[in-house]
């Protein structure tokens, strides 16, 4: 009799004696996900050899029949594992209005604090959710369009590390992690291992409603997509891992030259530099001829560090708009000489000199005036 196939996921950040806890909505992903995890876990050769569990998110979005069949299915499945559950309710569609969030942003906000909840209280190292192939294909397409950079189309990292505040004074904090094993992994793939094993799964009715991005990206875009290139999924993944090696290797290069370019405050006469004590009037300057000697891929991510250490993402338009008050670009808006300066998004402004660029962060009252 043939073996039932086994489902791959990657196993290197999964250690013996991990508390491992997998989130389960009850969809095919996280239902294959949790089998896997388990089989794995119950092998007598190679088990994982860790404490397994499960947290279900009920997100308040939908029809609540529909929900509340969700998590009784979710609880009947961990009742057959004989694994723990932990279940977390919530009003993800008040947190959106209140936070004027889409319903995507708040469901994810509120799941990744009940992640932190369950790590910063010692019942799990590691949350595990099942982003597929699929999903990583799907997300770096949303980048695009949005226009991100590099470390947006790195889109879904494998591992992504939280620290989480334990309930005790002065304590430290719990760093965990949440891993997505199932990267490599397509959802023919997950469907064929489900289907082995005869266990059903949910399907949540909004996945068809393409008012949504990701399932427009889905059912729309992605199968046109595949008429010119049918491997564009494994396309799209390869691209995610390509941007976030490119990315770690900038973030190291940023971090070695980074203290050595950026100057805290402003110049004063007679020598030295007067730093703000004012909350909100933080700022840093650039040397023009340290920004002339460095290549033009450098010197767009410097400008763009330089705006992060204020709190603020700058757009291309925008770090485009820098480099031509610097002088290393051409605008019609711009005017590259000393005194001349840009307001850019969110209260940034950037001022020239004869001698440096200078970026601070406007008060309220010149933001209104």
């Not at 620290?163 to 904090?173: K, L, R």
């Not at 950026?262 to 007067?274: E, H, I």
């Not at 005194?339 to 008060?363: F, I, P, T, Y």
Request: overall charge neutral; hydrophobic content about 40%.
């Amino acid at each position: 009799m043939p073996q039932a196939p086994t489902l791959p996921f990657n196993r290197e950040h999964i250690r013996p004696g991990d508390r491992i806890c997998v989130a389960v909505s009850g969809g095919a992903d996280s239902v294959a996900l949790l089998l896997a995890i388990h089989e794995a876990n119950a092998a007598t050769r190679d088990s994982l050899g860790i404490g397994l569990s499960a947290v279900h998110v009920h997100h308040g979005i939908r029809d609540a029949v529909e929900s509340d069949a969700d998590l009784a299915f979710v609880q009947d499945l961990c009742i057959q594992l004989d694994v723990p559950l932990h279940i977390h309710h919530a009003d993800v569609p008040a947190r959106a209005t209140q936070n004027r969030e889409t319903l995507e942003e708040a469901a994810r906000e509120v799941r990744y604090a009940f992640f932190r909840t369950l790590i910063a209280s010692g019942h799990a190292d590691s949350v595990l959710t099942a982003h597929t192939l699929d999903d990583q294909a799907e997300t770096v397409l949303m980048k695009l369009l949005r226009g991100a950079w590099t470390e947006g189309l790195s889109a879904i990292h494998p591992v992504l590390l939280i620290d989480t505040p334990v309930s005790a004074p002065q304590a430290p904090t719990r760093t965990g992690r949440v891993l997505r094993p199932l990267l490599s992994t397509t959802r023919a793939q997950i469907e064929s291992f489900l289907q082995s094993r005869n266990q059903t799964w949910r399907t949540d009715s909004t996945n068809a409603d393409t008012a949504f991005t990701r399932n427009r990206v889905r059912h729309e875009l992605l199968p046109q997509l595949r008429t010119f290139n049918p491997s564009i999924d494994q396309t799209l993944a390869n691209l995610a891992e390509l941007a976030r090696e490119e990315e770690s290797r900038w973030q190291a290069e940023l971090s070695r030259l980074l203290p050595q370019l950026l100057l805290p405050g402003k110049p004063v006469r007679g020598g030295g530099r007067a730093v703000a004590t004012t909350p909100g009037t933080a700022s840093v300057g650039i040397e023009l001829d340290r920004l002339r000697s460095l290549d033009p891929a450098l010197r767009r991510r410097v400008l763009r560090a330089a705006a992060r250490q204020l709190g603020f993402r700058l757009s291309f338009d925008d770090t485009t708009r820098l480099l031509a008050l610097a002088g290393f670009a051409t605008l019609p808006t711009v005017a590259s000489r000393s005194g001349s300066s840009v307001h850019l998004a969110k209260g940034l402004r950037a001022q020239r000199s004869a001698r440096e660029l200078r970026l601070s962060c406007e008060s309220k009252a010149e933001q209104d005036s």
